[in-house]
């Protein structure tokens, strides 16, 4: 089963940028779609953006112009560029694979990582 660990969040001003990355423990990984989540407390965990092994990305309508995700297979890496945060994508990021089902993406797995806190101020 391949591991994703997330590299270390941060705290930010609103408006700024932030970038994740997450590492994968095998070479597996460049087969696999990946997804970016979120959760913040109190909320269900949010699938914000989408990308598919050969690189086509797509994300969900909360982050559609600020948020890009790509990944560089070479290095079982998966990436977020986060621009012009606002306190609202306060939230634990993970990323995991995904699986697309009757036009909506899934997790594969029911494991994750430990994530990593990203927290925007106002």
């Known amino acids: 089963q391949v591991q994703f660990v997330e590299s270390v969040g941060g705290l930010v001003q609103a408006g700024g940028p932030l970038r994740l990355s997450c590492a994968a423990s095998a070479t597996s990984f460049r087969l696999n779609t990946l997804g970016w989540f979120r959760q913040s407390p109190g909320t269900q965990r949010e699938l914000v953006a989408v990308?598919?092994?050969?690189?086509?990305?797509t994300n969900a309508d909360s982050v559609k112009d600020r948020f890009t995700i790509s990944r560089d297979n070479a290095k079982n890496t998966v990436y977020l560029q986060m621009n012009s945060l606002n306190p609202e994508d306060t939230a634990v990021y993970y990323c995991?694979?995904?699986?697309?089902?009757?036009?909506?993406?899934?997790?594969?797995?029911?494991?994750w990582g430990q994530g990593t806190q990203v927290t925007v101020s106002s």
């Open positions: 990308v598919t092994s050969g690189g086509s990305a």
């Open positions: 995991n694979p995904v699986i697309y089902v009757g036009g909506t993406y899934y997790s594969r797995s029911s494991s």
